[in-house]
């Protein structure tokens, strides 16, 4: 099976054009590429529907973007937990800015992502909602201060206190809590900042999917991590 | 290209357990068995994640359980109507009863699905919200009574005046738009009634999905539109 | 009773500063002023709170912002038809665009709204969704360009189009349907150009609540519709 | 100003129909009775139109049953914190299980309660989201599993681990921040147990607003407490 390590990079495919249909497969493939050179840990998250794809096709760690706090039944439209991990995803994001969720769906989602051996990520938008989310146990937390997604102003340097302020809060309630941190980080130095600031990894979307290279851009965050761990 | 044609057997595989990963593939290609043997259109409404597996392998509509009015972007968790198409889906339902929109988001949706080329089926609880629904130029009207989705009670026997009174208001609003009726649909004789009350076609789960012998009752639902035809 | 009758003008105070707790009562208070002395009716559209201090001390029409489509029963913070009525209101909105409602819930609460005697007044975003709103019979409509609310850019100048074709399509569904329009609705000259193109009244908010002088501006809007109709 | 002390039976008047209008403030005035005669504390929970007059005419804690995490501004049928504040409520309930939240949107409602100077009641369906929601520093957490609300069967005693969970976990991440429990309720027997439980108080609704005599029914809550407290 695919292994996850940190730290991680984990590139959001959000609804990009550059990141849909064969542009997807495209970029996972160079995430893996990048993986393989460099020996740190990429992780993908495309949309639902190229994700049997994808995670047929390279041998990195393949997410999902959301999934629902939802058993088999009656729930046409929603996203099974079970489907996405036939399908192939090791793990998922819960309550990604663009897609928040209602509290006790966030604790019944992370459940039903443990039940099916899945990886739960939860998204969070400042420190008081990472010690909120840290409560429910999830495998990792992602913080994404919501102001700074998309902009190319690094949340690692325009605001490390709430990089620092989460690492702090999530682990003093579980110290067995992963936290990463997003929005904003476009090069190796902003990873590199992440990783200093005491998270084991990040989260990015556009940073990646919309750069001009995005092979050389994940080489370029990888490689930063690299040099922090020396 | 996959042909739509009417009358229709939609088949919605929810999340259902009997319609997910593998399953979900076995029970499309029944489908296309019964299509094959008898002339009549069967189209199949997988999960996401399972699209373009079974649009890949089978030769019947594929239909999304629901799309997003959203265009290519920052949407996280959201599902991209080009995407849905470029897995291999021909349509979508749009506002199912377990997964209701806005009226505004309706009238997008219906909009993005008809740029990308995706046939909307929009599904409605009443005449009246049918009639509404027309106004907004669906390809398709699906009406349901909530209380009866999976009771084994047929809409087109237990309440025939909403069957009726949705293809009357409907037309007289919009008359290019195709009715079909579902709710409690599970043998040949709801089926002919439906299509005797002026649908175009049902749209059925349980009924086919949980039974013991899906093909069998596809096969009893597919003939039973052959001899109302005649 | 208060009387509400066409044209009319129809002032939404939001939860603005201007128009919250003290504020809301003087701002009724210049509105009954206005209707006294021009014989144009004037309504008022105050926070959930306001409701009843407001109108057991004007004699203008006042209106909710919003009702939920419930009977009475377990449904804590959400808002009861019966209630808004016995505080007073003789009518309220559904669906604005700051309080989108599903299809089936826009139905619902019109149902809702007739079987309490509140007069329903259905906001729409466009001539396509204000036609599928006429087909479920609310007694107004009142169609608001969503990216020209607030903005001092009046509908009935900027998209002339949106209104006349909104009172064309909701009129050819159903006739008895008034049609009010808003958005950007700032003159005198904008609510004359709004009943010149068809309809029976404008919906306002920032254009009144957070004008110098809300009176005057009030004054302006009804001495143009006296004009309007000589 | 009216005082809130512990312990506290909290009344959640909902939409029922005889805690609607006239039967509201006469439910609330039986409360200000019982609290008058036993020096317990009482608090009522009323719908948004209902709080002006209530806390005009009873003095007693009035609560709104939620508010929204908005400041002022274009909000249409939204629940402003200051309106709430100035129409005399002291508190509200946030997240109740009829009226839930995205988590993001509970600690943006605690931190608007806070600056407006109303007490924040968390609702919370079991003690991870308990765990959780104390991380957000409301001033109050209620835990009610939802499968027995409205029931008749205690919380305090068909579960008590959830009950003693919560006060355990709560107090862990937050020792300031005060337990209630609710579900249930509807005897003194019922409230006793859940005081020895741990907690600071009962949320309570159709147990007493449905009673046949709700005033014998908090009559007896208040002398259960008295009894329990000697």
Redesign the interface.
Known sequence: MVKVKMPIILV?F????EA???NALKLAEMAEKVSDETGVCVGV?P???????IAGKVNIPVFA??IDP?P?????????P???K??GAVGT?I?????????????AAITRAREVKLISVVC???T??S???????PEMIAVEPPEL??TGVPVSKARPEVVTGTVE?VKK?NPSVTVLCGAGISSGDDVAAAIRLGTEGVLV??GIVKARDPYKVMLEFAEAILKVQR
């Open positions: 959001n959000k609804t990009y054009a849909t249909g064969e998250i949309q639902y529907v190229d994700i049997a794809i973007q959301h939802i088999y039944g009656s729930f046409t439209g929603h996203v099974l079970e489907s996405v036939y399908a994001l309550n990604h800015s663009e897609r928040r969720l209602k509290l006790a769906d966030i604790d969070t938008n400042n008081l909602v010690a909120s989310a840290a409560a429910l146990k997604i998309g809060a309630i979307a556009s």
